[in-house]
């Protein structure tokens, strides 16, 4: 009897601990299957100044906001001409292979640029992400390299990249103020590409898409991006942008344990930036990085072609052979491919025309009043300076029989301005007096030479010149010089527009000016709040 109640007991007592045992796992569960910390991160857009912060330089899985620096150098590299929206690309088995989410391409399938970008920016598709990457820069890991190198140029000191869609792998980390700076970058220095992360839905291509962020696009007034993240390691991650009159606000959230809460939390942040943000305040643009393009990655690794044979008909990817060098003499010069045109985007061109229409007529005004003010001047005279002739010469001239005229090249030495040769040529017989410019009078006078005499300098002291500005790209610096030639045509007019490329950017340069015109033209262009410096003779 009694060992009966001990056996119960015993049951008893282990049954109270395996429900005590399963009550603590219940309870642990939820607890280590929650998203990684939580971090926010508020800015005024305009400003950069810092409105919120929590846990904002812990460094966490990013996931999907990775993609923002993707899509930032392929926007780099179509502004430099590296690549353009219509190269087709080839897509490798390494991007056909990414998880979801996915735009779903196939390995050797060639798609547009364009199409890849928007699925990554839109669908936050990893294969299309991979694609441009490997475009770009070859391989994965030399965009990677490049990935961080532009990271550390644009301030984010504690992001690491390692891929270039945002799965997780180790070391691949961030923070909510690198992101946040990432995200001002992005709208700052291509606002022609922004517009995509607001479309609901757009073209890929092969498909239509839907944003992944349209529940916050649709919810919260003045939403117009930027992008989303999701992975187990990362939590529900959202980098935020939305604009109220003159007013925007980025805010950034790591950690999020659903959509639903991490929008509702963007959503009590953006309220606060809009909260504490000034109304009125001048606008600070971030400084944009150099452009180092793939220079310092190494080069991508790829499979030595196969010899053409008769069943492969091509090269192909394959084993790689034995390489000889051949040395030949060099029948015919090479020159190297044009690099393609890339034509600049509708937006920039309505600009231009609206800045060039307003250039225009603001210089037709400060014309007229110009006018109004002091008439133009007559031109001066050139004085000619006379030069004497030995009276021997002068003798031989007149006695010499009278021949059919022939075009005599005189020259006006104007001691203002040196003037151009001037030309002259009439069907007259000879006068009989010729005074003959020559300095030749040493010469036996028995056979006089004919003497042409041309001038002595072309350049007129036009050896100086100004720089209005150093810039990002050619574009930017032609149209500048464009701008302010219009704004400047009095003392501009005859100059030369030329652009200088440099180690770091590109000169606007106006040239072949004498030095009282471009000192001139400097002062008038300062007056008007324009950069502008003289250049001298080199």
Known sequence: MVSDVRLRLGQYVRDGLFLTVMLCAMVLAPLTGMAAPYAAFVIDARTGEVLHSRNADTRLHPASLTKMMTLYIAFEAIEHGEISLDTKVRISKHAASMPPSKLGLRAGQRIKLRYLIRAAAVKSANDAATAIGEAISGSEAAFARRMNRTAKALGMSRTTFKNMNGLTAAGHLSTARDMTTLGRHVFYDYPQYYNLFSRITTDAGIKQVYNTNRRLLGAYRGADGIKTGYTRAAGFNLV????????????????????????????????????????????????????????????????????????????????AG??????????????????????????????????????????????????????????????????????????????????????????????????????????????????????????????????????????????????????DSQYQAERVLLKTALKEMT????????????????????????????????????????????????
């Open 240 to 319: 935020a942008s939305a604009r109220r009159g003159k007013e925007r606000i980025i805010a950034t959230v790591f950690g999020g344990r659903s959509t639903a809460t991490r929008n509702a939390k963007v959503a009590e942040l953006l309220d606060l930036g809009f909260r504490r943000a000034p109304t009125n305040v001048r606008v600070r643009k971030p400084a944009r990085p150099p452009y180092m393009g793939n220079r310092g990655l190494g080069k991508p690794s790829t499979p030595a072609p196969t010899p053409v044979t008769p069943s492969t008909g091509g090269y192909t990817a394959g084993v």
């Open 322 to 471: 034995k390489t000889i060098r051949l040395v030949t003499s060099v029948s015919k010069s090479m020159r190297p491919p044009q690099r393609p045109t890339v034509a600049p985007p509708e937006e920039l061109l309505v600009a231009m025309k609206s800045d060039i229409e307003s250039a225009l007529a603001e210089a037709q005004q400060t014309v007229v009043a110009e006018a109004a003010i002091e008439p133009p001047k007559p031109a001066p005279k050139p004085e000619v300076a006379e030069i004497t002739v030995p009276e021997t010469l002068v003798a031989e001239a007149v006695e010499e029989p009278a021949k059919p005229a022939e075009p005599v090249v005189t020259a006006a030495v104007n001691t203002a301005t040196a003037a151009a040769p001037v030309v002259t040529s009439a069907p007259l017989p000879r006068p009989a007096k010729v005074i003959l410019a020559s300095a030749l009078a040493t010469q036996p006078a028995a056979q006089p030479e004919p003497v042409v005499v041309t001038r002595i300098s072309t350049s007129g002291g036009r050896l100086w010149g100004i720089n209005v500005g150093r810039y």
């Open 491 to 538: 003392t501009l007019d005859g100059s030369l527009r030329k652009v200088v490329r440099r180690s770091t950017g590109f000169d606007a340069n106006f040239v072949g000016m004498t030095r009282e015109t471009a000192e001139l033209a400097c002062r008038r262009l300062q007056a008007r709040n324009i950069a502008c410096s003289t250049m001298g003779p080199s």
